[in-house]
């Protein structure tokens, strides 16, 4: 998977959202470290539905409240299998990497990253 894909199929594992709360929702899950444009998530949407990782639902929270335009997307049950296979894999590589004791010589900021996964 892409890091795109990966945070936005992350994004969607608890709910529905549309793009700008899926752009938050990334923000907000990568600690303000990854901005994801606007170009990258409607790009990657498009390959995400023709792939069936994730299904556009016709479905409001409160179809008083929001904008009719916008579209609304939900992951798909292969989306989640495909998720839980990237996370396991991405879990491997970070023990891996800590067994090899890579954090021990990198700059603080990423050493706490590496060290809290």
């Known amino acids: ?51 069936n990782l994730i299904e556009e639902t016709e479905d409001r929270p409160d179809p008083e409240l929001d904008d009719e335009r916008r579209r609304y997307y939900r992951i798909s049950d292969i989306g989640r299998k495909v998720l839980a296979s990237e996370v396991e894999r991405l879990s491997q590589l970070v023990m891996v990497a800590k067994a090899k004791r890579v954090a021990d010589n990198a700059p603080t900021r990423f050493q706490s990253w590496v060290l809290a996964s």
């Open 1 to 51: 998977l892409t890091p795109a894909v990966f945070h936005i199929l992350l994004a969607l594992v608890d709910r529905e959202r549309h793009g700008y709360a899926i752009m938050q929702e990334v923000a907000a899950n990568s600690q303000g470290k990854l901005q994801m444009g606007p170009g990258t998530l409607y790009g990657s949407i498009k390959r995400m539905l023709e792939a």
